[in-house]
Every structure is written in structure tokens, then in C-alpha cells.
């Protein structure tokens, strides 16, 4: 027997809530307060009666008038804490208002209005979600991780971070934790991961971020950011012991820094079910991107010359895919490797220069630029793109205006459809505008950028600009490896999803978008779920097979609804998981 309080489960399609609590304690528990939508009868049997109004509403109506309160609010950031506080109060109303508002709401929710949350945690700071791990007690990994309250069958998904590289911002030290939960909405608004199935997480190791250290309202471990073997160990403990409790989880890693992301990544992924959306799911919905255009010029990604300026973690895991992709298209990986020129902080990445490891193989002969003109011993941009002549210009630089009217002028003299994609964001830190890149190529550019943009009416026709928004391609990722209960996550399922997301957009019309709506995310998310699957099916590290793989992924996915209600006794053995 058990004293769960309340336990959903699922019968023929249906869910239903077995709730073992009354009263008050129902309306402080976000999955099981449904509020006014209760019914009278189930009011009484649940000790309701009198705490709520007289009237019974639907959940439409709840929607309707919780986005009337959204749209009250005076800014973005106040759009995203009225929706925080909404998920805490009643969070399946939370994810059908999400839902029938996404393209509007995504971007309030996760980027680019989350990194202004996150910089204001500590300030706004009310109900805790997730779990937080401190360095400084390596010992409580377990026990936290315990308290979280689910059992080893009962998390899909767990979304970590240390929170040094939060979007365009930076150290945001214990903050960081809002990147984790903004992304588990993602998933279960996007890809219908259950709510109760996701657990988000911050290994809080410090911050070297001056600001916060001296906040007296700071709420993490208030020292510098720990490093070195002492960090490489507290990992270790974390993934371990993580793995061993939830063996069935999918570990999504966050916003770690780029002196970390490549060597964590590469040293777990043959070991456990893991995922870096920061290099993998980059680099999946800018690949997508790139099929898509050179399909509508014609091309093949291997006929490309690829500049990427900014040669981080994302820029690096997108050049990776590319190569992944290129070598399947016949060229050895050496060819392949020679169609990038990748600059980092200090320029073109040659050998004889410093760099990091994860860099070197996109290190150019230092023979080749014997006579460019260099400045401090390597090339700029606009020297690389003069010299280079490049048909795809890649930004994910957090450089605002780094790509110039010379340069992107330059690039256009040479190439007539060139591919220009500025990805940093937010939108402040964009590599250029998209209506500038539509005038100084004379509509020409085929673009996708990292923040959201609204069209742009050039010359008489209407150019809808693609967002190369990662939240096209992993909530896809992580429900097909959940849906085949993957073993590992492998090159192939990444590249599968690029390729479903890329199939689902004509980019051939003037004006067309180059990746699918945000507004049809839901779709996106289950064709890359099949073809993810599928994948990993045939990489063979599938724990199981499905018999017929989209009505076995669209009945995976969870739905914003109100479930059946069952009124228990406090002492009941429930039927299936997902319980508290």
C-alpha cells in the first residue's frame, strides 16, 4: 500500500486522476488543480466545496480568460511571471493556453524573454521547481535527487545545466534552473513529454559573475565558479548517480560552457542516453536550414562553402553535422573538412594558432593565407569572405552588426542565392537584420535567423523569416529516443531530425520560409519523433521497436486536458505511474 496523493494513469487513451487528498491541498498542487473546472459532484467528494465560486467553468473559457490577463500585462517580462505563476497554480491550464497561443507564447516562455527571467531569479524568486546541487555537498547528490519524489521508471527527461553559458548572457550562476524548466515546457508544449515525467536540474558550482556574488539577495553558492578535476568529479557523481536512479531518462545538457559542453558530451555519449541541444540540436535545425535552401537553389550541401563566424560550441556541432552529412553524400570527411573556414574570438582558426581541441580539426593551413593580408597574425571576416568567396555565411558570433553591407555585398557579388544565416541571439546581439541582408542582396538571400522576426515586404513581395529556433528539432529528439526507449543518441538520429525538418518546408518560392512555422510545432515535433525513432532503430540502440510508429509517437504525446477524475482514499494502490 501507499499514501501518494494523487496518481495519473492511462486506459484505452484516456487519463484519468486518482486524487487521495482534499480540500486546500488540492488547490496548492499545480497537475491536480484544475480550479473551476471541477464539477459540482466531484467538488463534494473532494472536499471543494466552498472554496471555489459557484460557477463551473470549461477549460476553454479558463483560456480564454488567462490569456486576457496575458495580454494585460505591461511587457515580455511580465507576460513570462504571470506564465510561471500560471504553471504553478494550475499547470495543465498553463500548457492548453500555451498550446492554443504557441507562436505567440513560445517566445515569451523560452527565448529570448527567459534570459531576462533568469538575470532576475534571485529577485523574483516564489516556488521552487527543479533540483538544486551543490558543489559544496557532492554527498546530497542522491538524497536531492531522491526528494525530487519519482521512482526509476517515473522521468523521461532530465534537463541539467551549470548555467555558465545561458543564451547571450553568459554566468547566471543558480538562475540557470530557469533554462531547465523553460526548456521541459518546450518539450511537453511542443512534443507532449509528460509534466510529470520531467525533471529539471542545476549543478550549481559557483559564478564568476561579480554582480551576483555581491547581490546580497543572490540565492546560489556564493563563490567563484569551481574548476578543474574538483568540477570533473562532481559530474561524474551527478551522471552516475542520476543514470542509476532514472535509467530510462533521457540527460538533455544545457547552457554548459564551451570549455566544458564538447568534453562532457563526448565523454558520456557512448556511456548513457545524453544530449547537448547547445551543439546537437543547433546544429540539427541549422542543418535543416541548409537543406532546405540548397534545395531550393538546386545544390547539394557538399557543392557549399561554408563561413562560420564563431567557432563556440554551436558553431563547431553545426559544422560536425554539415561534415556528417557531406560524407554521406560522397566526400571523404578530409574533403568535407576543407569546405569550412571557422573563425573564433581572435580570427580564422590556423594551425599555429591557439585554439581548442574541439576547433582543430577545422584549423586551416597556415600556408594558405602566406599572402592575405592578416592583422595580428589571422584574418578577419571581411578578409575571409573576400578572399574565401563563400555561398553560406553562418553567424553564431553573439557579434551584433558583425555581418556588414561590405561583407555580405561582397559575398553576393560572387555567389547570386547566397545562404546567410545570423543565429545569435536575442535580437540585440544579431549578426544582421533581416531586411538589411534582403537590401543588399535585392531579395536574394535565402536566411534564417536565431531570434524571431516578423516579414519583411521587399520590392513587392512578402519574405516570411525563418527562425532557427532549436525548438524545432528537440523535443522531437528526446520524445523519439523516449518513445524506442534508446540506448544512446547517435549521430544519425540528429541528422534524421534535420532532415525531417527540412522536408517539411518548400523554400523554392521567392519570399517562402526556409524552416517550418513555430505556429505548427506540434507536427514538426512528432515528424521528427518517427524519423528520430526510426534511426535509432536502425543504428540499433533501440530497446524496442514500434509496430506502427506515427499513431505509436501521436499516442505517446501527452495533451492539455483536464483528465477523468477518481476520488481515492488516502491509502489505495495506484494503477500506473506518474504520481505524487
Not at 531569479?121 to 554527498?139: C, E, K, M, T
Not at 538524497?143 to 523521461?156: E, K, M, R, S
Not at 565558479?225 to 533521457?250: C, I, L, N, S, W
Request: glycine residues 8%.
Amino acid at each position: 500500500m501507499t499514501t501518494r496523493q494523487f496518481s495519473y494513469h492511462t486506459d484505452d487513451g484516456d487519463e484519468t486522476v486518482e486524487i487521495a487528498i482534499r480540500g486546500r491541498q488540492i488547490l496548492d498542487r499545480p497537475m491536480i488543480n484544475f480550479g473551476t473546472a471541477y464539477t459540482h459532484e466531484e467538488r463534494e467528494g473532494l472536499g471543494l466545496t466552498g472554496l471555489l465560486p459557484a460557477a463551473v467553468s470549461s477549460i476553454e473559457s479558463q483560456v480564454t480568460r488567462a490569456y486576457q490577463q496575458v495580454c494585460a500585462q505591461p511587457d515580455d517580462l511580465s507576460k513570462n511571471i504571470y506564465l510561471m505563476q500560471l504553471q504553478d497554480r494550475n499547470e495543465i491550464l498553463f500548457y492548453r493556453l500555451l498550446a492554443a497561443h504557441l507562436a505567440e507564447l513560445l517566445p515569451i516562455i523560452y527565448t529570448p524573454t527567459i534570459g531576462e527571467a533568469i538575470q532576475q531569479f534571485s529577485n523574483w524568486f516564489a516556488r521552487p521547481r527543479g533540483v538544486f546541487l551543490s558543489i559544496d555537498a557532492p554527498d546530497g547528490i542522491e538524497q536531492a535527487l531522491d526528494a525530487f519524489g519519482q521512482g526509476p521508471d517515473d522521468v523521461d527527461l532530465i534537463v541539467v545545466t551549470d548555467s555558465e553559458g545561458i543564451l547571450g548572457i553568459g554566468d547566471q550562476g543558480v538562475g540557470g534552473i530557469r533554462i531547465c524548466v523553460g526548456k521541459l515546457s518546450v518539450y511537453t508544449a511542443a512534443a507532449g513529454v509528460h509534466p510529470l515525467r520531467v525533471m529539471p536540474v542545476v549543478l550549481d558550482v559557483g559564478t564568476d559573475n561579480l554582480e551576483l556574488l555581491n547581490d546580497p539577495g543572490y540565492l546560489g553558492v556564493r563563490h567563484a565558479r569551481v574548476r578543474g578535476q574538483a568540477y570533473d568529479d562532481f559530474v561524474e557523481k551527478f551522471v552516475h548517480t542520476a543514470t542509476r536512479m532514472f535509467p530510462k531518462a533521457v540527460l538533455h545538457w544545457e547552457d554548459f560552457g564551451a570549455s566544458n559542453a564538447h568534453r562532457i558530451l563526448q565523454q558520456y555519449r557512448e556511456e548513457c542516453l545524453t544530449f547537448n541541444d547547445d551543439i546537437q540540436g543547433t546544429a540539427a535545425v541549422v542543418v535543416a536550414a541548409l537543406l532546405a535552401s540548397v534545395k531550393a537553389k538546386g545544390e547539394t550541401l557538399s557543392e557549399q562553402k561554408i563561413v562560420i563566424h564563431g567557432a563556440g560550441t554551436a558553431g563547431i556541432g553545426v559544422a560536425d553535422l554539415i561534415v556528417d552529412i557531406m560524407v554521406r553524400e560522397g566526400l571523404s570527411e578530409q574533403e568535407a573538412r576543407k569546405r569550412f573556414w571557422c573563425l573564433g574570438s581572435r580570427g580564422l582558426i590556423h594551425t599555429g594558432a591557439t585554439m581548442r581541441p574541439f576547433q582543430e580539426p577545422y584549423a586551416r593551413d597556415e600556408a594558405e593565407l602566406a599572402d592575405w593580408p592578416l592583422r595580428s597574425g589571422t584574418a578577419d571576416l571581411a578578409t575571409v569572405v573576400g578572399r574565401v568567396n563563400p555561398t553560406v555565411l553562418i553567424g553564431t558570433s553573439a557579434q551584433p552588426g558583425s555581418f556588414t553591407e561590405a561583407i555580405v555585398r561582397s559575398m553576393y557579388a560572387h555567389c547570386s542565392r547566397p545562404i546567410i544565416l545570423p543565429l545569435s541571439n536575442p535580437t540585440k546581439k544579431s549578426e544582421a537584420l533581416p531586411v538589411d541582408l534582403l537590401n543588399w542582396t535585392e531579395g536574394n538571400a535565402l536566411m534564417a535567423t536565431g531570434s524571431p522576426f516578423k516579414p519583411v515586404t521587399f520590392q513587392g513581395t512578402t519574405y516570411d523569416i525563418a527562425q532557427a529556433n532549436n525548438a524545432l528539432v528537440f523535443p522531437g529528439i528526446g520524445l523519439g529516443a523516449i518513445a524506442v526507449e534508446a540506448s544512446r543518441i547517435t549521430d544519425h538520429m540528429i541528422a534524421a531530425a534535420a532532415e525531417a525538418v527540412a522536408d517539411l518546408t518548400d523554400a523554392s518560392r521567392r519570399g517562402s520560409a526556409v524552416l517550418p512555422s513555430m505556429a505548427h510545432l506540434r507536427t514538426v515535433s512528432a515528424t521528427v519523433a518517427v524519423k528520430v525513432a526510426e534511426a535509432a532503430v536502425a543504428d540499433g540502440v533501440a530497446g524496442k521497436a514500434l509496430d506502427n510508429p506515427i499513431q505509436d509517437i501521436y499516442a505517446q504525446m501527452w495533451k492539455p486536458e483536464y483528465p477523468k477524475v477518481k476520488v481515492v482514499t488516502n491509502e489505495y494502490t495506484p494503477t500506473r505511474n506518474r504520481t505524487a
